[in-house]
T-cell receptor
């Protein structure tokens, strides 16, 4: 079945360090891929998305490229800030009837220290 | 931010009692979803709706029912709450069935 696997956390970085959070997926067909971010005590916010192979989603300095050959959608940021501390979820959209059902990875906690 | 509210935001209830959580949207989006979030599991879909009175099950629907009598409201009911249903519940909406927008969550504790 369809699934999403994220790297284990927590990931702890110093401010201005480079960030990579790995995400790989298993899916039939051509799903859309998403990154969501959850700040403490809040709901999830859409960070970026990509809908087809080789698309690059970007937002707030974060980027991820849809790699069909490696079934990956890794999240990157060149220089993290303390305010980026949050839980990051990779997700894919599946469903033949375009119902928008999402499958989430387990989440990766990012801690950025000053 | 998408106009999504959830009520109540926090609830403590006893095992065996019925509980209803409400999701309300002001965006007139077609699709609405209920998820639960538990440590180590990410978010898991409970039920979803693709229109008024049109609902379907997600991956963890046992013990839950839903109703949608108006576009803006999607209710999640636990007929007889159990301790395994202690969780944080999130509602989400989507216009096109693609990107979803989430509410602030309801923390439910079943004692």
């Amino acid at each position: 079945g369809n699934s999403v696997t994220q790297m284990e956390g927590p990931v702890t970085l110093s401010e201005e360090a480079f960030l990579t959070i790995n995400c790989t997926y298993t899916a039939t067909g051509y799903p859309s891929l998403f990154w969501y971010v959850q700040y403490p005590g809040e709901g999830l916010q859409l960070l970026l998305k990509a809908t087809k192979a080789d698309d690059k989603g970007s937002n707030k300095g974060f980027e991820a490229t849809y790699r069909k050959e490696t079934t990956s959608f890794h999240l990157e940021k060149g220089s993290v800030q303390v305010s980026d501390s949050a839980v990051y979820f990779c997700a894919l959209n599946h469903g033949s009837s375009n119902t928008g059902k999402l499958i989430f990875g387990q989440g990766t906690t990012l801690q950025v220290k000053p | 931010d998408a106009g999504i509210t959830q009520s109540p935001r926090h609830k403590v209830t006893e095992t065996g009692t019925p509980v209803t959580l409400r999701c309300h949207q002001t965006e007139n989006h077609r699709y609405m979803y209920w998820y639960r979030q538990d440590p180590g599991h990410g978010l898991r879909l409970i039920h979803y709706s693709y229109g008024v009175k049109d609902t379907d099950k997600g991956e963890v629907s046992d013990g839950y029912s839903v109703s949608r009598s108006k576009t803006e409201d999607f209710l999640l009911t636990l007929e007889s709450a159990t301790s395994s249903q202690t969780s944080v519940y999130f509602c989400a909406i989507s216009e096109s069935g693609a990107a979803q927008y989430f509410g602030p969550g309801t923390r439910l504790t079943v004692t």
